[in-house]
């Protein structure tokens, strides 16, 4: 489902709020949108809707897409069958890749926006709240009650998805991306050569130790120039909690058992990870140029498939599935799988892990508040929901894309064995991979064994106990302090990790260190995000 790596966690809500102006935008001018009148029952749309019904959506196009010389979601098998189906005609525009965020702020200055905006909406400053007040986009309680019976039965069906799509004062305000099962919530972990091991006769390793033994064999008899590597992008190591959760602290904003929250780089524990990953990279066990960024992963896929490294932290799709494919000609023998969030002691269970939430903040579609069809919108994005729209958004056309067996949907051989397109880019000709819908239990575009057993491994976590809910909701001045304080305090910690792995820095400089995050503003942070957190728990 997903063709590049997005971890939406609590530092990318500061990021992200960190981009966009904090100023209020003026009303906009001109008719004033169309809303439900309450006195109204709710009424079951009948599709397609009536003739003529046109929309304007704002949303990204798929990866995939722009790979295959799509440039438009309206080009694709899938854009016309949902045109077809919904008896809408969506006019769409697509930000270019790398300017999302610079497009929706001008958007957003110039007060003309689509109907339709698809958009992490948690990031906007001051949260959703902020968004509807500031009258860019409209809440949608009154909407989804009048016009939207499909998302509103999935809502009333899960309480704590209806926490997750409301903004503290109780406001809804996006048809949501929804993962339908929760093996769908876990998509990377680290990921290792088991061909090496089985020549080695060694096991997948489970603990800090046995990792040890598994890098330096790798080392020293397979002659790995970087038994270990990872991903360096978006100004960071991409090893997200593997090896630093060992140690009870994260990587990043986390709760504890009782629902405090903590910043993992500000712990104390933290030290002895650092140390952990100082005395590897000292002993070659990691790579020596880890720091060199790799946005695209290239760097990345050439040595986690030439030999120069046998461990990483990888993902499904983007990460063993490609691998398996690149190699499965060139070498029968490669074998990537899965291993679990190491741990100091012999089973423990891992303290936390990469683990997603049912609703994706991410690609979720809000109603502008300058639309003038807010009926037709809230209509077309309900379709998804159906169960109709559901095989459309999840599956593609019936007798095209999958056919049904058993009752279950399967991806046909055009998915799965197309000799012109690999599997993310046929899929997302016929299927919509992210936005406003919700994923079939059933799916599953994995192509190898593989790859499940990854999920249910990396699935084995504490993860969702201690990860921080992405849709917690800073006020506009709490936004505003977040603002000043967020890429200081990113770009010192990544800075020092770097330097403290290296050995640029002495670990006896920690607690220099954890002074310096305090005068960044870190517990102002922390204290922000407790409160954003309690209100959450309140909703």
Known sequence: MVNKKKLYSATSIIIGTAMLAAGCVSEPQGEKPSAPDKSQAQSVASYPLKAGSTLTSWQTLNNNLSSVNIQNLVDTSFGKALEKQTGVKVTYTHPPTGQIAEKFNLMVASNELPDVVEYTWTSYPGGPEKAIKDKVILPL???????????????EADPELSRQLKTDSGQYYVFPMLRGAPSQLVFQGPVIRKDWLDELGLPVPTTIDEWYVTLKAFKEKKN??????????????????AFIGAFKTSNDFYLDDQGKVHYGPYDSQFKDALTLLRKWYQEGLIDKDF????AEGKILDNKITSGISGATVGLLGGGIGRWLDTMKQKDPKYEVVGAPYPVLNKGEKAFIGQRDFK????????????SKNVETAARWLDYAYSEEGKMLFNYGIEGESYKMENGVPKFTDLILKNEKFNVQQILSQYTKQSGPYLTDKNRNTNTYKQQDNAAQVWSDTEAAKHSLPKFISPTPEESAQLAKIATDLSSYKEEMFVKFIMGKESLDNFEKYQKQLNAIGVEK?????QGAYDRYIKR
Request: charged share 15%.
């Open 359 to 370: 609703y994706n903040p991410g690609g979720s579609a809000a109603i502008s508040a300058s």
């Open 224 to 241: 790995a120039a970087a038994p270990f590597t990872a991903r360096y992008a978006g100004g960071r190591w991409d090893v997200a909690d």
């Open 141 to 155: 309680n009154d909407i989804i009650d009048h016009y939207a019976p499909n998302l509103k039965k999935t809502i």
């Open 291 to 294: 720091a060199i960024p790799d």
């Open 525 to 529: 942070v922390i204290s922000i995000y």
